[in-house]
């Protein structure tokens, strides 16, 4: 394992969980294309009826589940990093452990 890995790892983490702090305040950017692409459906469904004087409350339930869909990938992704990251950290001690072991002194 070498720093550079970790760093790259560490690098991916940060921007991970700065992309769920953003879901979680309802920003758009850190959203994949088709998330995007169904939350432009809620709303513009949303809007078309209420336009038409309905209510809006299923596309309000697509917005909500289209963020919490997010949320979820993204908290994901952040745990399979973090094991990630402590896969690289352990197998780097037992590199360093068998070097020792492996010596005449």
């Known amino acids: 394992m070498s720093s550079a890995d970790l760093r ?3 690098r991916e983490i940060r921007q991970t969980a700065k992309k769920l702090e953003a879901v979680r305040r309802g920003e758009l950017w850190p959203l994949n ?6 939350l432009a459906r809620a ?6 009826r209420t336009l038409r004087g309905r209510g809006a409350g ?3 339930q697509r917005i909500e589940s289209t963020g919490s869909a997010a949320e979820m990938r993204l908290s994901a992704e952040l745990t399979a990093l973090h094991g990630e990251r402590q896969r690289l950290i352990t197998e ?3 590199a360093r452990a068998a070097k020792k072991s492996s010596g005449w002194w």
């Not at 294309?33 to 169904?38: F, Y």
């Open 8 to 10: 790259r790892l560490d």
């Open 33 to 38: 294309g088709r998330e995007r692409r169904a």
């Open 43 to 48: 709303v513009a469904g949303g809007a078309y």
């Open 58 to 60: 299923r596309a309000e």
């Open 92 to 94: 780097a001690a037992r």
